[in-house]
């Protein structure tokens, strides 16, 4: 079954760019059925949506996040990927992906989950 | 920003007994309002979408009610399985998340 899996480095120093993949198996990310998204959670705290991606390229962001935030997909790879720029402490969280299969849209609940991956900025 | 605001933080419930969590959003949401459960270290599970309507494979112990901007999660038999954090999504624009319930063995 359609499964997702982030992967990336777990520190980065702050202003630079956190950069994630999220490797889907089982599935093919050009579905047309699908919305690929990332969201995140700070340590101890509550679950924050950060974006959303159609295999068309089509993107829809946090609007709190938008100007620091880049989703890409890759169909050659059946994967996509997170870039966040200008990253300082409060972005230090376990960075999931997930998947929306309802094709109702991109807004919707998320039904399959990445493990997630923390991610630490820190010099 | 829609935000949406979950009560109690913290439910105290005994095993066998029945928990009900309550989600508000600021505006109307209709139902488009989801329930996840998350367990410690582990990543969210979809209860609940369409306010009312379980996910593959959700116990039926777990149900779900409301819309506009008033929703309830009911788990009717608390199992030891079930004590975990409970957070409310709304999707009717862009999705954001209220900050939990966890509900602990009492």
């Known amino acids: 079954q359609l499964q997702v899996q982030e992967s990336g480095p777990g520190l980065v120093k702050p202003s630079e760019t956190l950069s994630l993949t999220c490797i889907v198996s089982g599935g093919s990310i050009s579905s047309y059925t699908y919305y690929w998204g990332w969201i995140r959670q700070p340590p101890g705290k509550g679950l924050e949506y950060i974006g959303t991606?159609?295999?068309?390229?089509?993107?829809y962001y946090n609007p709190s996040l938008k100007s620091r935030v880049s989703i890409s997909v890759d169909t050659s790879k059946n994967q996509f990927s997170l870039h966040l720029s200008s990253v300082t402490a409060a972005d230090t969280a376990v960075y999931y992906c997930?998947?929306?299969?309802?094709?109702?849209?991109?807004?919707?609940?998320?039904?399959?989950w990445g493990q997630g991956t923390m991610v630490t900025v820190s010099s | 920003e829609i935000v949406m605001t979950q009560f109690p933080a913290t439910l105290s419930v005994s095993p066998g007994e029945r928990a009900t969590l309550s989600c508000r959003a600021s505006q109307s949401v209709t139902s488009n309002l989801a329930w996840y459960q998350q367990r410690p270290g582990q990543a969210p599970r979809l209860l609940i979408y369409g306010a009312s309507t379980r996910a593959t494979g959700i116990p039926a112990r777990f149900s779900g009610s409301g819309s506009g901007t008033e929703f309830t999660l009911t788990i009717s038999t608390l199992q030891s399985e079930d004590f975990a954090v409970y957070y409310c999504?709304?999707?009717?624009?862009?999705?954001?998340f209220g900050q939990g319930t966890k509900v602990e063995i009492k």
């Open positions: 997930a998947v929306n299969t309802a094709a109702t849209g991109p807004n919707d609940a998320f039904d399959i």
């Open positions: 991606i159609y295999y068309s390229g089509t993107t």
């Open positions: 999504q709304q999707y009717n624009k862009w999705p954001t």
